[in-house]
């Protein structure tokens, strides 16, 4: 079993930047492949970024692409996710995701942490 938690998430204007951090405890002993995703009332649980097993590999949606960066520290089991240039429908919470295979798009992996708020005023 593998527990996340996220931090970092908070109110900021647009314009801003927010770094959310994800710690993983429990059952570290092997790597897995970490990211984010978020969701607004209402709506479907939406990827935004992952970062592959070795961290070599990255992807992100179209929404956030260029704007927010992924990255881990594999040592210190976490991940991170920077997100520059906030827009009001960047408001979400924002959600870690594990899994020891792969993160896809879809919100199918294995372990979730409880989610952190991010709130971006115009």
């Known amino acids: 079993q593998v527990e996340l938690v996220e931090s970092g998430g908070g109110l900021v204007q647009a314009g801003g930047s927010l770094r959310l951090s994800c710690a993983a405890s429990?059952?570290?002993?092997?790597?897995?492949?970490m990211g984010w995703f978020r969701q607004t009332p209402g709506k479907e649980r939406e990827f935004v970024a992952s970062?592959?097993?070795?961290?070599?590999?990255?992807y992100y949606s179209n929404s956030v692409k260029g704007r927010f960066t992924i990255s881990r520290d594999s040592a210190a089991h976490t991940a991170f996710l920077q997100m520059n240039s906030l827009k009001p429908e960047d408001t979400a919470t924002y959600y870690c995701?594990?899994?020891?295979?792969?993160?896809?798009?879809?919100?199918?992996?294995?372990?979730w942490g409880q989610g952190t708020q991010v709130t971006v005023s115009s």
């Open positions: 429990g059952y570290i002993y092997v790597d897995y492949a």
């Open positions: 970062i592959s097993l070795n961290g070599v590999e990255t």
């Open positions: 995701a594990a899994d020891p295979d792969s993160i896809t798009q879809a919100p199918t992996a294995v372990f």
